[in-house]
């Protein structure tokens, strides 16, 4: 360490503003209606396997998920800002996980009421991340 | 400290860095939003990281009033050996501190 080089109390305080700067960019709030969209839109990606055997259906509705978050997202100043809440992380993949069952569920078998069950768990799943996130955020 | 750069150094510039390495692109109003310094003072610390070479800066082109920035790679790597280096000075603490404590540090 060289006579120009930060403390360690230096060192350490500019870390927290590290800290601090990337919680404030990454935790900007969301508009309140992007959570029920978001939330239907894991819902319809796993019901979307009942509609064609084909993964056209559930593409579209990827798309329009993708399309409409990034939007949002430039709208708000950061596209690609990752929230910090862990407990949101956990409710998109296990939403995404809940929908990619629906759409095993809806091949293995010719009912539809697992693929229903399983889509509602995705809706249900991203509703208690988005809730943690608006604590978090707002 | 070899990887702390004085570019960077600054605080409202470490925090603008720790933004785009946070989020990659970020809309130069947010960065204004959370740094809480008036226009031209804001303008001034992104001017010297853009002519550093570690910030990039455009206009949308949809819209000319946003501006939108990001970082360059040499801004990226920059930026990351900074924070080691700041890391380093941390963990160097208790060393240093022992050696006060009747221990001669070495």
Same mark, same amino acid.
């Given at each position: 360490?060289?006579?120009?080089?930060?403390?360690?109390?230096?060192?350490?305080? +500019?870390?927290?503003?590290?800290?601090?700067?990337?919680?404030?960019?990454?935790?900007?709030?969301?508009?309140?209606?992007?959570?029920?969209?978001?939330?239907?839109?894991?819902?319809?990606?796993?019901?979307?396997?009942?509609?064609?055997?084909?993964?056209?259906?559930?593409?579209?509705?990827?798309?329009?998920?993708?399309?409409?978050?990034?939007?949002?997202?430039?709208?708000?100043?950061?596209?690609?800002?990752?929230?910090?809440?862990?407990?949101?992380?956990?409710?998109?993949?296990?939403?995404?996980?809940?929908?990619?069952?629906?759409?095993?569920?809806?091949?293995?078998?010719?009912? +539809?009421?697992?693929?229903?069950?399983?889509?509602?768990?995705?809706?249900?799943?991203?509703?208690?991340?988005?809730?943690?996130?608006?604590?978090?955020?707002? | 400290?070899?990887?702390?750069?004085?570019?960077?150094?600054?605080?409202?510039?470490?925090?603008?860095?720790?933004?785009?390495?946070?989020?990659?692109?970020?809309?130069?109003?947010?960065?204004? $939003?959370?740094?809480?310094?008036?226009? &031209?003072?804001?303008?001034?610390?992104?001017?010297?990281?853009?002519?550093?070479?570690?910030?990039?800066?455009?206009? &949308?082109?949809?819209?000319?009033?946003?501006?939108?920035? &990001?970082?360059?790679? !040499?801004?990226?790597?920059?930026?990351? $050996?900074?924070?080691? !280096?700041?890391?380093?000075?941390?963990?160097?603490?208790?060393?240093?501190? !022992?050696?006060?404590?009747? $221990?001669?540090?070495?």
């Amino acid at each position: 360490m060289t006579s120009n080089d930060p403390t360690p109390d230096a060192a350490r305080a +500019a870390l927290a503003e590290i800290d601090d700067a990337q919680r404030a960019v990454r935790n900007t709030p969301w508009p309140v209606w992007l959570y029920p969209v978001n939330a239907v839109l894991f819902g319809l990606l796993g019901l979307a396997s009942l509609l064609d055997s084909t993964s056209s259906a559930r593409f579209a509705v990827a798309l329009v998920t993708v399309v409409v978050n990034v939007t949002v997202g430039y709208r708000s100043g950061v596209p690609w800002a990752l929230p910090t809440s862990r407990v949101f992380l956990v409710g998109v993949f296990g939403a995404g996980a809940w929908a990619v069952v629906a759409a095993v569920a809806a091949q293995l078998s010719d009912r +539809a009421w697992p693929v229903v069950l399983f889509s509602l768990a995705a809706t249900v799943t991203f509703s208690v991340g988005a809730i943690a996130h608006r604590r978090a955020t707002a | 400290m070899s990887g702390l750069d004085p570019v960077i150094h600054p605080t409202h510039r470490l925090r603008i860095c720790a933004m785009l390495a946070a989020a990659t692109t970020v809309e130069l109003s947010v960065v204004k $939003e959370h740094l809480d310094i008036t226009p &031209s003072a804001l303008s001034k610390q992104v001017a010297s990281l853009v002519d550093a070479g570690y910030v990039r800066q455009e206009r &949308s082109r949809t819209d000319t009033r946003r501006v939108w920035l &990001s970082l360059t790679r !040499a801004g990226a790597t920059a930026y990351r $050996e900074h924070v080691a !280096a700041l890391r380093e000075i941390v963990a160097l603490e208790p060393v240093a501190t !022992a050696g006060l404590d009747g $221990e001669p540090a070495s």
